[in-house]
Nanobody
Framework: QVQLVESGGGLVQAGGSLRLSCAASGRTFNIYAMGWFRQAPGKEREFVAARWNSGSAYYGDSVKGRFTISRDNAKNTVYLQMNSLLPEDTAIYYC??????????????????WGQGTQVTVSA
């Protein structure tokens, strides 16, 4: 089994930055890609960013140019650097992992492993 634990959320003013971390443990060799999703109250889960182990990365349109996904293989940790934050970025952020090698990384239901989520609140 795989365990994912997010950290790094918090309250920040608009224009500020936060870095989220997602530490993976367990059978991590099963994971071929990691992603970040977010869900705001009353809204559907939204794709934020994802990255194959090979390094190819994808971003949601609303975060392109502001967010960066990266990975530290030695620490089995994936990061989401969030810059120029906006109030509409406020949500619970979840990291996820997938065993699939031909996965549509933008689809949340393609992921088998999920963290508990971390709250990000951006004040105006």
């Amino acid at each position: 089994q795989v365990q994912l634990v997010e950290s790094g959320g918090g309250l920040v003013q608009a224009g500020g930055s936060l870095r989220l971390s997602c530490a993976a443990s367990g059978r991590t060799f099963n994971i071929y890609a990691m992603g970040w999703f977010r869900q705001a109250p009353g809204k559907e889960r939204e794709f934020v960013a994802a990255r194959w182990n090979s390094g190819s990365a994808y971003y949601g349109d609303s975060v392109k140019g502001r967010f960066t996904i990266s990975r530290d293989n030695a620490k089995n940790t994936v990061y989401l650097q969030m810059n120029s934050l906006l109030p509409e970025d406020t949500a619970i952020y979840y990291c996820a992992g997938t065993r699939g090698t031909r996965t549509n990384l933008l689809a949340w239901d393609e992921y088998q492993y999920w963290g508990q989520g971390t709250q990000v609140t951006v004040s105006a």
